[in-house]
């Protein structure tokens, strides 16, 4: 068995910035934790690039994230976020 105990604080709908308030909440309240993994982009992309979403970028490809979403709704992700 692992040497470690893995707890899944992750909540549905949750932008990255939650993510760290929900981190920094846990802190103060006194958990010790070794390893943080956090899974975040989702919801920063699906809330923030909607249509009628013009207020400031909050993330270094925002602007790039979301003109590239509002040209290709009808085309999948892996085709145009593709590496």
Known sequence: SPDFRAVNHGETGFNS???????????????TLDLVVFYDGVNDIYYSCQK????????????????????????????????
């Open 17 to 31: 910035r939650q993510g760290l308030d929900k981190l920094l909440n846990l802190l103060v309240q006194g958990d």
């Open 52 to 83: 009628g979403v013009d207020e400031l970028p909050t993330h270094a490809r925002e602007t790039y994230l979301r003109d590239a979403a509002r040209k290709n709704r009808d085309r999948s992700y892996a085709r145009v976020f593709r590496a």
